[in-house]
Each structure stands twice: as C-alpha cells, then as structure tokens.
C-alpha cells in the first residue's frame, strides 16, 4: 500500500484552480518529484501534503491516518520535515538552536537532543559551525542547516519544496546528488518540487509531471523522457522537434503511420505507444535533436531523409546545436562538436522512423 | 488619522479638552496630542516590519511541531522586537519636531522645543537663542538617528548577512 496517498485532492485560490482533482500513490522510501512550470501546482500540492493549505476536496493520507477526512491534522502533528526555497532558518537562532527547536519541543532529554544533533550535523557536513547565526554562513550551507533542522526528527515523510533554486548552478549539482543519498540512505519518503528538469531526471525515483493544476503523466526520468505522454511533455523534459501534421496512413504490420507535415508529404512515424492513432488525426511529428542523423552525402535510405541548410550554429562545448533549414521550416539537430561545418552548408538529415514519436 | 493635519489635530484638542475634562489647563495635553497625531506613521511602520518577515520562518517552526502561540513567541516576536524599536524611535523624532499641533497646545512652562526655536525667533528676535536651541535639535536628533541605524544595522545583518553572500 501507498505510503502517502493524495486522493481526488482539489485546492483553488479565489477563482483560480491551483490542483484540480489529482491523484498520487508516493510507496514507502520513495522519492517522487512533482515536475512543472511555474503556476502548475506543485507548490501548492506539496503545501496541502505539509498541512499549510486546506484543499476544498479530497483526502490525503500519510501511512495510514487520512490529514483531511477525519478533521484537519495540523502540520505540527503531520510527522513531516520540509525544506523551503528560502532556506527559512531562523535568523536570531544560532544553527544548533534552529536544529534542535523541533526535538526541544518533542521533550526529548538533553543527552539524546544532543546526540541527535550532532549525529545530523555530521550527516550534512556541518559539524563545527554549530555555533555560527545563519547570516554567517552561505547559502548552500543555510540550506544545509534547513536540511538538517527537517531530518532531525526522523520524519516519516519529507517534503522539499524547490530547495536548490537559490543556490548557483555549481553548487546545485553539488548538493542534488547529496539530497538524493542522504534520502535513501535513511529510506524517508520524500516529495520534492522542482520546476527543473534536469535536477528531477537526476534525483527522483519516480516523476509526476504537471500542467495547470494536473497530473500529465507520472513515470521514471526514463520513461517520462522515452516516452512522453503528449507534446507539453515531451517539450518540457529535454528539447524536441515538432512538426504538425495529420495521419495520412497506418502500416499496422510494421507499427508504423504516415504523417504529412510541412516538412514533407511522407514522414514515417512510430504508432504511438498510448493512444490509438486515427486516419486524418492532426498530431505532432517529434524527434529529440540528438536522435537526427546528420550526413555530408546522401545515405542509401530513401525514407525519412531531408536536405536542408545550416541556419544557425550554436556552441554548446560537448555538443554542437545545428539549426537546419528544411523546406523552410526549422529543425533542431544535436552533433558531436567536432563538426566542421559552417553556416550556409548543406546537409543530409536522416530522421529515423524508430525515433519519431507522434505526439497529440 | 494620517488624513488629518497637525493644525486640526491641535485645535481640536485645544478645544474639545478645554471644558469637561479639562486636560488642555495641563501639560499632559502635549504629550497626548502628539502622540495621537504620530501614532499611525508608528503603526504603519511596525506593519511594514510584520509584513517583511517571511511567512516561511513561521510555517517553517509550526511543520517542526509548534503550534500557533508557540511559533508566535520564539518566531514572530523577536523577529519584530528589533523593527517595532526602530519604530518606537522614530514616533519619538517626529513628535519631537512636530510643531504644528504643538503650537495650539502649549503654555508657559511646557513649550516644546520647536515652540521655543518660534517663540525666541520670531517674538523675542532672540536669534542666538534661537539658534542654540535648533542646534541642541539637530544633535538630539542624530543621536536617536544613530540608535536606529544600531538597532536597524543589527537587524539587517541577523537577516541578510554581513555584506553578499
């Protein structure tokens, strides 16, 4: 069973609906990421788990005890840690104070306070700083200590709400892989909310993926990536080409369908996994930039290969970014850096049938 | 009350104190009358300072187990100690120089500073006097300035740090 279970949860803000009606199944020690823009409810789904929102409908239920149904459970009583955007550490508490204030009010006796204490400062590399007031320290570090302050009460659940977006990108990286291990090292059940697709692919077991107020499509960094559920996905994660068409025939023996796009009258795609495609279905034909195939001569293979024209080129430093004039219309291509060509050159592009997804 | 002028403000306590409660026979009246009239920019500003502090912090201590009362002493409260200071400080500066409603109110004996800058300058022509006493005005003034930016400067510092990150 569910760990944490958020059941037809419904919040709005005046006449705006922040979460309309989703549904969330988090196992136990799992880390899932709600995955969105901003204003997609993520925040505000997080908020209504930690008890800081009253939702209009719905229930949740942590291991068991439903917060909502059976009256309101204050986030006091919720047995959660959170970890802000803002760090949120207490400025007038030395960090030792700003760890140990949830144990203190636990009444807990002072030698395991203390052990406690020092046990989490270690684990989040402060040990020796415990004596320093927050502005004292940098931002990575006070949101060490918010960290530390959210674990130290063994939780059953924790909740991070953007905890890396005001921190520079270097550090971020830095501190993304230690949330990850330090949350499965003490297997907590953890949500974390990010509007970063990069850092959810790297630290969430499973994502959910949302857009105004919805649930899109919730898998592993893979499968979300692999396989998006529709085209708000598929931009969202990663880069994508997209080229509207309709259906103009369905090869079922090959799993193939025929799609007319701008870029040509012929452009064979994969059936789409999720949803039965139709003759005559306006859909979007979609390639990852790095699964183009760029060629100087024309390739034995007839199908799927555009010539075009290098537009732009952009350096990226591992990678080059190609954008390829077809018939006018512009495509994205990834390409070893490497590549001498320039501005101006003709190239071939091979846009395998295997790799294009239709998207609706 | 910060739609009214200073000048209203006096004449309506001068007049509204004079028979019944006869408070405007006494010094009293002063401090009364100036305080009313700088009580909403005091107000406005320890609101100012409530507003700044980031819901968060309180949220922050009630998902660490407290509850309302609880977050409300060892949060709220000396987060804002420092800002209603400052507040308290500044009520005082501009009822200090406020002549306006003071002008209406005051008597022999209990002039206020700026009555005795007016009185000296424009009715005594004594403008040494006069000058003397908007000096003692200015250092006044300056030292409470600096209180301030002490209390103040230790409030940026506790919530900013000392100087970027």
């Known amino acids: 069973m569910a760990f944490i279970e958020i059941k037809n949860l419904f919040k709005r803000f005046k006449k705006v609906v922040a979460v309309n009606h989703i549904k969330l199944e988090v196992s136990e020690g799992e880390l899932l990421t709600l995955l969105g823009p901003s204003g997609c409810g993520k925040t505000t789904t997080l908020r209504c788990i930690a008890g800081l929102e009253r939702p209009e409908e719905g229930d949740i239920v942590i291991d068991g005890k439903p917060m909502l149904s059976k009256g309101f459970v204050h986030p006091s009583k919720r047995g959660i840690g959170m970890v802000f955007q803002n760090y949120a550490v207490w400025p007038h508490m030395k960090v030792y104070k700003n760890i140990v204030y949830g144990l203190k009010l636990q009444k807990l006796p002072k030698q395991t306070i203390k052990e406690k204490a020092k046990n989490v400062l270690e684990l989040v590399g402060l040990d020796g700083l415990e004596d320093r007031y927050p502005a004292q320290l940098s931002g990575g570090q006070q949101q060490r200590v918010a960290l530390a302050r959210a674990l130290v009460g063994n939780p059953k659940v924790l909740l991070l709400d953007e905890p890396l977006s005001n921190l520079d990108a270097k550090l971020r990286e830095e501190l993304r892989f230690e949330i990850k291990s330090l949350v499965k090292r003490m297997g907590i059940t953890s949500v974390y909310v990010t509007h970063d697709q990069a850092e959810a692919m790297v630290i969430s077991d499973r994502i959910a993926v949302m857009e105004s107020g919805n649930v899109v499509q919730i898998g592993t960094s893979h499968e979300i990536y692999e396989k998006p559920a529709n085209k708000f996905v598929a931009d969202f994660i990663g880069t994508m080409n997209f080229m509207s068409g309709e259906i103009v025939q369905l090869f079922k023996d090959q799993d193939l369908v025929q799609v007319r796009t701008k870029f040509s009258e012929k452009m064979l795609c994969k059936t789409p996994g999720i949803k039965v495609a139709s003759l005559g279905e306006k859909v979007y034909a979609s390639i990852r930039p790095e699964d183009v195939e760029v060629f100087t001569q024309p390739p034995q293979t007839k199908e799927n290969l555009f010539k075009g024209i290098i537009a732009h080129k952009a350096y990226l430093g591992n990678f080059l970014y190609f954008f390829i004039n077809v018939n006018g219309n512009m495509i994205r291509v990834q390409v070893p850096h490497h590549m001498p060509q320039e501005e101006g050159q003709e190239l071939y592009l091979f846009l395998n049938p295997q790799k294009c997804m239709i998207l609706f | ?165």
């Not at chain 2, 004079?18 to 026979?25: D, H, Q, R, S, V």
């Not at chain 2, 002549?99 to 700026?114: M, V």
């Open chain 2, 1 to 165: 009350m910060l739609a009214f002028p200073g000048i209203a403000i006096g004449v309506s306590y001068l007049l509204g104190f004079w028979e019944g409660i006869p408070l405007a026979k006494h010094w009293i009246i002063m401090a009364l009358a100036l305080f009313a009239r700088r009580l909403p920019y005091f107000l406005r500003m320890a609101h100012a300072s409530y507003l700044q502090l980031d819901i968060s912090l309180e949220e922050a201590s009630e998902v660490s187990g407290a509850g309302k009362i609880r977050t409300f002493f060892s949060i709220s409260l000396p987060l804002l100690v420092k800002g209603v200071l400052v507040g308290v400080v500044m009520f005082f500066i501009m009822a200090f120089q406020e002549i306006s409603t003071a002008i209406f109110l005051y008597r022999g004996g209990w002039e206020t500073l700026p009555i005795g800058i007016y009185l000296n300058w424009h009715r005594g022509m004594e403008f040494g006097i006069a000058a003397a006493m908007a000096f003692l005005m200015i250092v006044i003034t300056f030292i409470l300035l600096l209180i301030i930016s002490r209390i103040s400067g230790g409030v940026l510092k506790a919530a900013w740090g000392p100087g970027g990150t």
